[in-house]
């Protein structure tokens, strides 16, 4: 049995404030109900090695992450492969994790994109902040359109 054609893969730390939002963002694209047929969902609290084989038979795979590097509310990017220094350790970047899938499969990977969610706050304890919860809903409403076309 194949997989669904798109695989949202969000990871980060819920007990660290803003860092929630690509798990938080995978929750609020889940209660949008769409087709379990069309849609999987997966969650972590990093990318690992492992995940390369999240993303073989897909046909696009968005990821999810906060981000203390991109403008507000949101950045989009395309990842390519490309060898990281870590790649071998427990956490991955994500064109990391696209290198890992084309060494393994020996093709290129699915079609990725990188929704970077804007945060403040990343402190062990903390809530997510407002800036970011704000920052989420739209990052949401930008996933919607990406999931419906």
């Not at 694209?29 to 073989?56: K, N, P, T, W």
Request: glycine share 6%.
């Amino acid at each position: 049995m194949s997989p669904p054609p798109l695989l949202v893969l969000g990871w980060g730390n819920p007990s660290r404030g803003d860092d929630a939002l690509g798990p938080l963002c995978i929750e609020h694209l889940r209660a949008l109900g769409l087709s379990a047929q069309r849609v999987e969902y997966l969650e972590d609290f990093q990318l690992q090695i492992e995940h390369a084989l999240d993303l073989v038979g897909r046909e696009r795979v968005l990821l999810v992450d906060a981000s203390l590097n991109c403008a507000a509310p949101f950045e989009v990017t395309q990842p390519q492969p490309a060898h990281d220094a870590n790649q071998m350790s427990h956490a991955l970047a994500p064109a990391a994790l696209l290198q890992v899938y084309l060494e393994l499969c020996h093709a290129p990977p699915p079609p990725c994109t990188l929704l970077a969610i804007r945060g403040e706050r990343f402190e062990l304890g903390e809530s997510p902040s407002a800036a970011a919860l704000s920052n989420l809903a739209a990052a949401v409403q930008w996933a919607r359109t990406w999931l419906n076309t």
